[in-house]
């Protein structure tokens, strides 16, 4: 291709609300650009990258028997309101209603219309297990988008979805996109972590998180130091040991503490330590269930951990009014697990068992209880791991400590089971003739998000420098002088000879000084430079590597075999 003809607007400074590298450099390499908050146009650079990203999930996932097609985008709500989800996915979901008053909604997520499809065309379990999957633009009202696309209302995703009756099938098939989610990732050239993770609003039993590797990620990546544990923050756990204490435990006292609502204010008021402390949290569960989750002051309540600990579908932060109705108008900074009302369903962290004389909230305004100790003065309904673990925790398997790491998913699949198939009466007959639920997985990855963080990890101070798999083009032919005779000879010969190898070529044929070509080149990140100058009339070129620098003269007809040795050194 001829980079005059290329839609490509380069910019020289940085746009002053691009906060994250990915985002200035595709913002000044011309790949992109942005039409409304978290809305993107894919300029031709990037669309190119997006469609080798494509082709390699598509290979993978097809290698496996995945079978490619496309759903719509706009989505009858009744399908949402048939599984649950219509009211509870929250204020992202993009709503809307036809002239008929009828309500839509654009698609964040697939699970209830492909549940929908199967439910009608599928009634045998002899037609299962299918694993079908599309590549198509969804679409979330994000609250605050940020860092390009990595964070948008509109953007590109592969959705995938299997159909099972059993689970031995389920687990076989998430296997195998497990497998294959890390071989797209490894062959973009990221550099990954799979973690543990919870399912949050698709529901289910399991699922596990890809992060890419980067300290601007909105996710903690939890690991040990000596073994492989790895897990999502809000998943992860540590080794708990419970401890034999002999200490006396004294009789529980009320102590006046005048307006001390937080864990610190209390704790530098009876100049006691915070783990020391109780920390009472509220929640309701499932909108109905009040549920006071304790754990030691230097701890924080663990929400998802709570919502398992009850075994609820979804889980919310009591507010103010909500406490003050079921503690007779007392302030939030003074409830505690000392006589609860009998509807508030009491759930204490691991670590809480080995707590002796503690504080805690007294269930009076302005008064706290000294000298509080779990199984004698209060009982929770049961003990749970419900805290954020912690840096320097132990891990989990017992070798080594957890430390934490910053990343960016990219990559989500969940063993959902019947979660959809009940609720929307997607039944096939088993070898028995009985109807049966089916069970389901579901399986994405982010495709624009995933653009975003391979630039995150690659990228110097010119420029981005992709990775060979899916750079927008192989080579990036450079004339200085295209008016030189010489020089336009012998880029149009390298050209046909490229080409007729089967790589990428774009020619830089433009009339611009050559150092504007170079900083073009270095910003658009191709592998690959070729560069043509004064020995063009003796057939010699320059050729760069452009992740290493690494640059050779080599003549017309040895330009193969040196491009070959020094790609292998890569």
């Not at 009828?102 to 219309?113: A, K, M, V, Y």
């Not at 540590?238 to 004294?250: E, G, L, M, Q, Y």
């Not at 209880?369 to 929770?380: L, M, R, T």
Request: proline share 4%.
């Amino acid at each position: 291709m001829k980079q005059s003809q290329l839609f490509a607007p380069t910019l020289r400074e940085t746009p002053n609300d691009a906060e994250v590298i990915s985002h200035q450099l595709m913002l000044r390499a011309g790949y992109i650009r942005q039409i409304s908050s978290g809305v993107y146009t894919y300029l031709p650079l990037a669309f190119r990258v997006i469609k080798k990203i494509e082709q390699i999930v598509r290979e993978e996932l097809d290698a496996i028997g995945g079978v490619e097609m496309l759903l719509p985008t706009l989505v009858p709500a009744d399908l949402w309101k048939e599984s649950g989800r219509f009211s509870t996915y929250g204020p992202e979901m993009m709503k809307m209603e036809d002239r008929n008053q009828r309500d839509f909604i654009l698609g964040p997520t697939h699970e209830e219309t492909f549940t929908k499809l199967i439910r009608d065309e599928i009634r045998s379990y002899k037609q299962l297990p299918l694993h079908l999957y599309q590549i198509q633009t969804k679409y979330r009202d994000e609250k605050r988008p940020r860092f390009g696309l990595l964070r948008c209302r509109e953007f590109i995703m592969k959705d995938a979805y299997t159909f099972h009756d059993s689970e031995e099938s389920l687990n076989e098939m998430y296997v195998q996109i497990r497998n294959a989610y890390k071989n797209i990732f490894e062959r973009v050239g990221l550099n990954f972590q799979v973690v543990t993770a919870d399912a949050g609003a698709m529901g289910g039993r399991e699922s596990q998180e890809f992060m890419a590797l980067s300290s601007i990620g909105e996710d903690t990546i939890v690991y040990s130091t000596e073994s492989d544990y790895v897990a999502n923050l809000e998943m992860a756990t540590s080794k708990f040991r419970k401890k034999t204490n002999t200490a006396i435990k004294h009789d529980k006292e009320l102590s006046h503490t005048p307006d001390m609502k937080t864990i610190e204010e209390v704790a530098n008021y009876l100049n006691v330590p915070t783990r020391q402390l109780l920390k009472a949290v509220l929640f309701v569960a499932d909108e109905q269930t009040p549920v006071m989750a304790i754990v030691r002051g230097d701890h924080e309540v663990n929400e998802i951990k709570v919502r398992m600990a009850v075994n609820a579908q979804e889980i919310a932060p009591a507010t103010d009014e909500q406490i003050k109705e079921l503690f007779d108008d007392l302030p939030a900074g003074f409830v505690g697990p000392v006589d609860v009302p009998e509807a508030v369903a009491v759930v204490a962290d691991l670590y809480v068992q080995n707590m002796v004389d503690a504080v805690c909230g007294a269930n009076q305004k302005d008064h706290h209880y000294i000298n509080v100790n779990p199984g004698k003065d209060f009982e929770p309904e049961k003990y749970a791991d419900i805290r954020m673990v912690q840096e320097g925790d132990e891990s989990p398997d017992g070798e080594g400590v957890l430390k934490f790491s910053k990343g960016i998913e990219v990559g989500h699949i969940f063993k959902l089971g019947t979660r959809y198939s009940e609720s929307m009466n997607a039944t096939v007959l088993d070898k028995n003739g009985r109807n049966i639920p089916i069970i389901m997985g579901s399986y994405g990855i982010g495709i624009s998000r995933l653009l975003s963080s391979v630039v995150e990890q690659n990228a110097d101070d010119q420029g981005i420098v992709w990775p060979t798999s899916i750079a927008p083009f192989d080579i990036h032919i450079i004339p200085i002088q295209l008016k030189n005779e010489d020089q336009a000879q012998l880029a149009s010969e390298l050209v046909e000879l490229f080409e007729a190898r089967g790589y990428d070529v774009l020619l830089d044929d433009r009339n611009e000084r050559a150092g504007v070509k170079f900083n073009d080149a270095e910003l658009f990140g191709i592998p690959l430079q070729i560069t043509i100058g004064k020995k063009a009339s003796e057939g010699i070129v320059e050729v760069t590597i452009r992740k290493t620098g690494e640059m050779v003269e080599t003549k017309k007809e040895d330009i193969l075999d040196t491009i070959s040795i020094l790609t292998s050194r890569d």
